[in-house]
T-cell receptor, first 114, second 114 residues
Framework: DAKTTQPPSMDCAEGRAANLPCNHS???????VYWYRQIHSQGPQYIIH???NNETNEMASLIITEDRKSSTLILPHATLRDTAVYYC???????????????FGKGTKLTVNP | GAVVSQHPSRVICKSGTSVKIECRSLDFQATTMFWYRQFPKQSLMLMAT?????????EQGVEKDKFLINHASLTLSTLTVTSAHPEDSSFYIC??????????FGQGTRLTVV
């Protein structure tokens, strides 16, 4: 079963920041937070992952609370092409002996409006 | 990022026939690949873990004799849906990891059984 809780849907205006929350209150100390997104009728796309420090890459930023029980994915300037279902997943990193398989929850459907 | 390719992207077959779906890692070797199924408006459900040179590991409730998985090389895994029925119509997605890194997904295969 998925260990995360996400709102089923969110809307965002084009050009504005999109902030997608995720609750993972039962996360273990060695579990990472991963974010993927799935654009309609395509395979999921990796976005970012982190353990406890905030992370940023060319796609997004990941803010993890100090107690690690929740996190927020930030798309700084959302575009229409960012409309997708966003999945927050927690798991032990494969590099630390964790399984490579991903268990998907229901995700958040983000709609970016013009 | 790494590239995982699926073929075909769409297939329509008659009830009772078998369909083979290929998943290739184009620029890396993948000792493990994963097969998912996704029904409309639902999340991805892991079907099985495909291990190069050994038998696949199936998730609970997935019929191994119906969904045959072969992982003959480090860059190719195949999923064969045998004796397909309309209820097998779904979106099938594979993923692979480049060593102990994040998983990369294929573009998916839309199977329609008529």
């Amino acid at each position: 079963d998925a260990k995360t809780t996400q709102p089923p849907s969110m809307d965002c205006a084009e050009g504005r920041a999109a902030n997608l929350p995720c609750n993972h209150s039962t996360i273990s100390g060695n579990e990472y937070v991963y974010w993927y997104r799935q654009i309609h009728s395509q395979g999921p796309q990796y976005i970012i992952h982190g353990l406890k420090n905030n992370e940023t890459n060319e796609m997004a930023s990941l803010i993890i609370t100090e107690d690690r029980k929740s996190s927020t994915l930030i798309l700084p300037h959302a575009t229409l092409r960012d409309t997708a279902v966003y999945y927050c997943i927690v798991r032990v990193a494969p590099s630390q002996g964790g399984s490579e398989k991903l268990v998907f929850g229901k995700g958040t459907k983000l709609t970016v409006n013009p | 990022g790494a590239v995982v390719s699926q073929h075909p992207s769409r297939v329509i077959c008659k009830s009772g026939t078998s369909v083979k779906i290929e998943c290739r890692s184009l620029d890396f070797q993948a000792t493990t690949m994963f097969w998912y199924r996704q029904f409309p408006k639902q999340s991805l459900m892991l079907m099985a873990t495909s291990n190069e040179g050994s038998k696949a590991t199936y998730e609970q409730g997935v019929e191994k004799d119906k969904f045959l998985i072969n992982h003959a090389s480090l860059t190719l895994s195949t999923l064969t849906v045998t004796s397909a029925h309309p209820e097998d119509s779904s979106f099938y997605i594979c993923s692979a990891s480049k060593g102990h890194t994040e998983a990369f997904f294929g573009q998916g295969t839309r199977l329609t059984v008529v």
